[in-house]
């Protein structure tokens, strides 16, 4: 497996690139999940907008609801519920894509054709990875943030000036480059789960139906373990 | 052209071939045939280096490729056209992309002259006016033609035919094999086919090796093969289910 991941970082790097495909992989991964992201990413704003309220009027610190909004969405919760919806909009499609390119010896005609399989097929999919995971975390925070704004500023009755002011003062750059790094890294983790369980995948509809299962559930744990130990290095 | 020696290639402690020696001209069109499971597919993967033997050696225009790189075996690869068994058309690729393909990838052909190959190679299949439509909008056979027009486009050295006409009906089973006897007589190709189509075969091929328990038990003209006496031959090809050849009924 980790010669898998060295084989697509080289073949990252080694001309010729395929940047058709890598556009069509962008769509397929960023594009279409933004809808989900947008919806996921703004009700997680509004509950932690919700329940941080109530908490912070106990010890009278309602006007800190904007860093409490925006903190964990940034550092934590942006990068790993985006990774986590990705994963399952995405990443489950991609292992069963390139599963049944396995199994109808689609991989094999690229093979006979001299053609390097983890050039048409992984590496487009990783760089894409490495582009639309940050950019759809940062969707996700920024729609989080608003989600927040709605309910603690529109619903609860906080200022707005409050809600914004707070948060630029206690967010700082390092704590959006920590949610970088994490998106970047999750989703290296996502699709060398996704892409090594697809290209390796049984026999028949119940190769790949495993291959997408074990896929799914090696990404979450990869991604919850990965951020805990990354959250380790960076607080 | 090509020689395999004392071919040998196991699966999970289970021996495929068992040690298969097979020699094949410049331009001849050879049938494997044998018992379903047998190997035939396996053994033909071994000569473009999709799997590699656990002994033996496949020589190809001189050069053994058995322990050849990456990058060499691309090289040997090129001289190779396949039709794989479900066609292995690119499902997100339209049928002109899919034909397109290896001449977009492997050569700097203007597109204009890509078209004109394309155009060529689906009027040979007898497929024109179905560019711009999926393989799944297409039937079987249609998929399978599509396929050999993908083989033939770059205008291989040798063409592998991995049951180019399985699941096929009758009608459509001898368009395919006119087809490439047509094609093979237009190109010149060396062809190696799998193919479970006995008597039909004798009629498209120059020769038949009948791969039997991981060995080639006999190979030989069409005519030799029909009345061969060998009691295997004689049982396989009749479909008897008395003789050597274990059945359901026999097991």
Redesign the interface.
């Given at each position: 497996m980790l010669i898998f991941l060295i084989n697509s970082f080289y073949y990252t790097f080694a001309p010729p690139f395929k940047f058709r495909i890598l556009l069509r992989e962008i769509r397929f991964i960023g594009t279409k999940s933004m809808a989900v992201i947008i919806l996921m990413g703004s009700f997680t704003g509004m509950v932690l907008a919700l329940q941080g309220f109530h908490m912070l009027r106990k010890v009278g610190s309602e006007a800190l609801l904007g860093p409490a909004v925006a903190l964990p969405l940034i550092r934590e919760l942006g990068p790993v519920l985006s990774a986590l919806t990705i994963t399952g909009r995405a990443g489950s499609a991609l292992t069963a894509e390139i599963g049944?390119?396995r199994i109808?010896?689609?991989i094999?005609?690229l093979?006979?054709?001299?053609?390097?399989p983890m050039r048409y097929l992984i590496v487009p999919k990783m760089v894409a990875a490495l582009i639309v995971f940050p950019l759809l975390t940062a969707l996700y925070d920024l729609v989080g943030i608003y989600g927040g704004y709605f309910v603690g500023v529109k619903l609860l009755g906080l200022s707005a000036g409050t809600y914004f002011s707070q948060m630029e003062h206690f967010v700082d750059m390092e704590d959006i480059r920590i949610g970088i790094y994490k998106s970047l890294t999750f989703g290296i983790l996502v699709l060398w789960a996704c892409c090594y369980k697809g290209f390796y995948t049984g026999y028949g509809a119940e190769g790949v139906s495993k291959a997408t299962t074990e896929a799914v559930v090696m990404s979450l744990v990869l991604i919850l373990i990965s951020d805990y130990f990354l959250g380790t290095l960076f607080i | 052209m090509i020689e395999i020696i004392n071919l040998r290639k196991s699966f999970q402690g289970q021996e495929v071939l068992k040690g298969v020696n097979l020699r094949i001209s410049q331009g001849e069109l050879i049938a494997i045939i044998g018992e379903s499971g047998g190997g035939k597919s396996v053994l033909l993967?071994h000569l473009?280096g999709?799997l590699r033997p656990d002994q033996g050696n496949v020589i190809v225009d001189g050069e053994d490729i058995t322990d050849l790189g990456?990058r060499e075996?691309?090289?040997i690869?090129?001289k190779?056209g396949?039709v794989?068994?479900?066609g292995?058309?690119?499902?997100s690729f339209t049928i002109y992309d899919n034909i397109a393909?290896?001449l977009r990838?492997?050569t700097k052909l203007p597109e204009d002259e890509i078209h004109r190959k394309v155009e060529e190679a689906l009027e040979d299949v007898g497929l024109l006016g179905v560019e711009q439509k999926y393989p799944s909008e297409l039937s079987g056979g249609m998929r399978k033609r599509v396929a050999l027009a993908r083989a033939l486009i770059t205008e291989p050295k040798v063409v592998l035919f991995d049951e180019p006409t399985t699941g096929l009906d009758p009608i459509k089973l001898h368009a395919i094999h006119k087809l490439i006897v047509d094609t093979h007589r237009k190109y010149g190709f060396t062809g190696v086919m799998i193919s479970h189509d006995i008597p039909e075969i004798y009629e498209v091929v120059d020769r038949i090796a009948f791969l039997f328990e991981g060995v080639i038990e006999v190979v030989g003209t069409p005519e030799e093969i029909m009345h061969s006496d060998d009691r295997i031959v004689r049982q396989f090809i009749t479909g008897s289910l008395k003789g050597p050849i274990k059945t359901v009924h026999s097991i």
């Open positions: 049944i390119m109808t010896e689609q094999d005609a093979t006979a054709m001299a053609l390097n | 993967k473009i999709l990456r075996l691309d090289r690869r090129e190779f396949v794989f068994q479900g292995a058309l690119f499902d393909f290896p990838e492997k």
